[in-house]
T-cell receptor, first 117, second 112 residues
Framework: AQSVTQLDSQVPVFEEAPVELRCNYS??????LFWYVQYPNQGLQLLLK??????LVKGINGFEAEFNKSQTSFHLRKPSVHISDTAEYFC???????????????FGTGTLLAVQP | KAGVTQTPRYLIKTRGQQVTLSCSPI?????VSWYQQTPGQGLQFLFE???????NKGNFPGRFSGRQFSNSRSEMNVSTLELGDSALYLC???????????FGPGTRLTVT
């Protein structure tokens, strides 16, 4: 079974400051890792994903994340945030191929990024 | 190309009734998954369908059921609605396992 922990329920930050949203996971099999963003009254949009290869993954809107297998972490970072980045961010995992063919996503509880002017 | 569509967007039902939600995936996508989102429990996996077969099911009571049609469109049904079923129900589609999943805008179900 897999689980995802997002320790920070809310992260306030000033506009143009850097931000890091933390994600740790637990799994007995290899996993794929994802970050999704949800704006108010909308569905989820994929920011970036790690399937294999380079541990530094770049996504949309200037976000990036680094997969750290030894620390079982997949923290999301952005060097300079904008007001428009205010949203809920979800980290998710799913079993990798060979760990069971499925698209089932296990989500963390989410982190509200609140960007202030 | 058109994204994932979910109908209806908003729904109000009375406790004890049943409800059917619909999801139309992106053209060519054969995998459809359903999730329930609530403030208390967060995002929880309901089911996953691939080529009309249920491939995975989450830990929900038997009142929650789903199906997928030959055109990949999917429906989920909740019978004997309870107040706790009030939630945003999200559908996601993808080409294959490990492919990017595209989410629809969701159906907001309110049970009174």
């Amino acid at each position: 079974a897999q689980s995802v922990t997002q320790l920070d329920s809310q992260v306030p930050v000033f506009e143009e400051a850097p931000v890091e949203l933390r994600c740790n996971y637990s799994s007995s099999v290899s996993v794929y890792l994802f970050w999704y963003v949800q704006y108010p009254n909308q569905g989820l949009q994929l920011l970036l994903k790690y399937l294999s290869g380079s541990t530094l993954v770049k996504g949309i809107n200037g976000f990036e994340a680094e997969f750290n297998k030894s620390q079982t972490s997949f923290h999301l970072r952005k060097p300079s945030v904008h007001i428009s980045d205010t949203a809920e961010y979800f980290c998710a995992v799913s079993p990798a191929a060979g760990g069971g063919a499925t698209n089932k996503l296990i989500f963390g509880t989410g982190t509200l990024l609140a960007v202030q002017p | 190309k058109a994204g994932v569509t979910q109908t209806p967007r908003y729904l109000i039902k009375t406790r004890g009734q049943q409800v059917t939600l619909s999801c139309s995936p992106i053209s060519g996508h054969r995998s459809v998954s359903w999730y329930q989102q609530t403030p208390g429990q967060g995002l929880q996996f309901l089911f996953e369908y691939f080529s009309e077969t249920q491939r995975n099911k989450g830990n929900f009571p038997g009142r929650f059921s789903g199906r997928q049609f030959s055109n990949s469109r999917s429906e989920m049904n909740v019978s004997t609605l309870e107040l706790g079923d009030s939630a945003l129900y999200l559908c996601a589609s993808s080409l294959a396992t490990g492919s990017e999943q595209y989410f629809g805008p969701g159906t907001r179900l309110t049970v009174t």
